[in-house]
């Protein structure tokens, strides 16, 4: 055999067009040798398969030959479906070393001269298992252990998957073991940075069937649980903290072993399960990922064998499951799971966790209309930070606090809060905290009619925002801006943020016959700078329209401060006596729900 290293592959995220594929040494291997065995060229369907499959057989020459090959009676997505979970089968005559490859290449194992004997047929598993022969059996087991990883790993967490329950690794430091990998080409480096390591698919899935044939694959897929189990939960508290995006970050290189750990453990080991999910929620959330890791939460948390769980996890995956369902509406459905979770924390003394269940319950209630209780929990929140000198809970407390003076009509008061959350986030380093204070005072800059300072500070919090990786606020503080210039009777500014506002909504948000049927309306924030737009050209008609669109939009949503404001301009533009004071009736309503009280300007644009 003579194995020789990897060549390049393109990247999972590379245009579909072959010119931009054909740079890359893999693909330009495999197209060599497609060529030999076939005369038409690849149609435009066939370059998704081309990149998969060369990523599939990790570069390997010997694979993308026997690969190629197939291509005399397959074309190339035919080739990948019927290959592309089973590469090791793949077989073909043994090839012989060009002189490139004898230059470039070590020789693992010396085969005898054939050269008059009849062709030799070899399977990718024989080249694969090849190598694996020179491997001394400590050195097989351990490869046998790293199967186990789905995608990049690093120097540490291969440290982790080799130890033993003890944590000793036997053999001791695992560089030399990779060096000797990487040698024989069993495992390939790229990039930098910690997570640069890679078994080859083809020595993965090998070293997976060792495994599962010495019965030890189940005992390994334990471990590979355990391991991310402790990565999620050492990560978690970084996840609420000033190194929020390097976490992130770090949780995303590991994606896909992270859901393979979970959704292993969930049925093997339940309690490596809810430990692994429970250090998840703050990723999942900024991800997206906010209905499928609340589910996988639910299901843990409901499973019977988890029922004797350290109750701290399961206080933590209480939480964890309401920040979760926050995000698509369903925090009242998880108030008693919280509230569980908030009484465990106490009775252990767990400051930390207690902090953690009193803000989330802050919100919870808020939702639901508890605001007296949301408020008597944010008061604690800081009072328990204030006595503990925890500078970052200060600083979310006052933060959650501002939304109370807000509902009440206080704007200084809500302006002292902010300016408490930008000083004590400063003071702690927590510039994501210190980008959506900036947010918030915005809003309420632009709410005390100061559209000048609403619209320099909401850049400065969309600038920063981006900055730390989190553009999901961008739309609302977008909104904030644009209705800044609209009030300020600014027009081409208000429509230059409304183009940006209905990029963003195109493209996070397809246009559904439901959206669709509330006729020019692509989001609140849209419909309100449009509103505004309208009433000071005087079109009250078209006012009234957008105003009406713009409550609806706002209507469910996680403040009904946005739809009091459209009603109070909605009730301003509606000239008809009996309509008026229908949409009179509706805002009073939802000032009563929300318990909003209205500011001055706003009371004297419905009396006007």
């Known amino acids: ?69 197939r291509g005399r009676v397959l074309d190339l997505n035919e080739i990948l479906n019927r290959y ?53 059996a400590d050195e097989r087991r351990a490869l046998r252990r790293l199967s186990a990883f789905r995608n990049r790993w690093s120097v540490d967490l291969a440290e982790s998957m080799l130890a033993d329950e003890t944590g000793q690794v036997a053999g001791g430091d695992p560089v030399e073991l990779l060096d000797r990998l990487i040698a024989l080409g069993l495992l390939s480096v790229r990039g930098s940075g910690p997570f640069r390591f890679r078994l080859l698919d083809v020595v993965r899935d090998f070293a997976t069937e060792r495994a599962a044939a010495n019965g030890e694959l189940g005992r390994i897929r334990r471990r590979h649980a355990v391991v991310f189990s402790a990565l999620a939960n050492r990560t978690a508290p970084e996840l609420a903290g000033g190194n929020f995006s390097a976490a992130v970050g770090r949780l995303d290189d590991v994606a896909s072993d992270l859901w393979a750990a979970l959704a292993y453990s969930a049925n093997d080991d339940p309690h490596t399960a809810l430990r692994l999910a429970a250090g998840l929620p703050r990723w999942w959330r900024f991800r997206g990922r906010d209905v499928p890791g609340r589910q996988w939460l639910r299901r843990l948390l409901d499973d019977p064998r988890t029922a004797d769980a350290d109750p701290i996890v399961r206080a933590w995956a209480g939480v964890g499951v309401g920040q979760l369902a926050v995000e698509h509406g ?105 980008a959506l204070a900036r947010a918030n005072l915005a809003e309420v800059a632009r709410l005390d009619g100061r559209y000048a300072e609403a619209e320099v500070v909401g850049r400065r919090a969309i600038t920063a925002l981006a900055e730390l990786g989190d553009p999901g606020h961008r739309r609302r503080v977008l909104g904030t801006i644009g209705r800044a210039h609209a009030q300020a009777g600014q027009v081409e500014e208000a429509r230059a943020v409304l ?38 050209r005087g079109d009250k008609e078209s006012a009234a329209e957008w105003f009406n669109a713009a409550a609806q939009a706002y209507a469910g949503g996680h403040d009904l401060r946005d739809v009091a404001e459209a009603l109070v301009w909605l009730a301003a533009s509606t000239e008809e006596p009996e309509a008026r004071r229908a949409v009179v009736d509706w805002l009073t309503s939802v000032c009563k729900e929300g318990g909003i009280t209205l500011l001055p300007r706003e009371r004297a644009l419905i009396s006007g």
């Open 499 to 536: 183009a940006e506002i209905r990029q963003l909504v195109a493209a996070s948000e397809p246009a559904t016959p439901e959206r669709l049927a509330l006729g020019r309306v692509e989001s609140g924030e849209a419909a309100s700078i449009e509103a505004v737009l309208a009433f000071n």
């Open 330 to 434: 369903g925090g009242a459905e998880e108030l008693p799971a919280v509230e569980a979770a908030l009484a465990e924390f106490q009775r252990a003394g767990d400051l930390t966790g207690e902090l953690s269940a009193r803000s989330l319950l802050c919100g919870l209630w808020m939702t639901t209309g508890g605001y007296d209780e949301a408020r008597r929990h944010g008061e604690a929140v800081l009072a328990l930070a204030s006595r503990a000198g925890r500078i970052r809970d200060m600083a979310v407390a006052q933060n959650n606090l501002t939304w109370h003076e807000i509902r009440l009509g206080d704007l200084r008061a809500a302006r002292r809060r902010l300016a408490a959350v930008d000083r004590l986030a400063a003071q702690c380093g927590e510039h994501r905290l210190r």
């Open 1 to 69: 055999m003579w194995p020789v290293a990897p060549l390049e592959v393109p990247p999972a995220d590379v245009q579909a067009d072959l010119e931009a594929v054909v740079g890359y040494p893999a693909a330009t291997l495999f197209l060599a040798r497609l060529r030999q065995v076939r005369r038409e060229p690849l149609e435009p369907d066939e370059v998704g398969a081309l990149i998969g499959l060369v990523r599939r057989l990790g570069g390997l020459p010997l694979a993308l030959e026997l690969a190629a090959a």
């Open 84 to 136: 592309g979970d089973r590469v090791l089968d793949l077989a073909g005559p043994a090839p012989a070393p060009s002189a490139t490859e004898a230059a470039t290449v070590s020789r693992a194992a010396v085969a005898p001269d054939t050269r008059s004997e009849p062709a030799v047929t070899v399977t990718l598993r024989d080249a694969v298992a090849a190598s694996y022969r020179l491997l001394e």
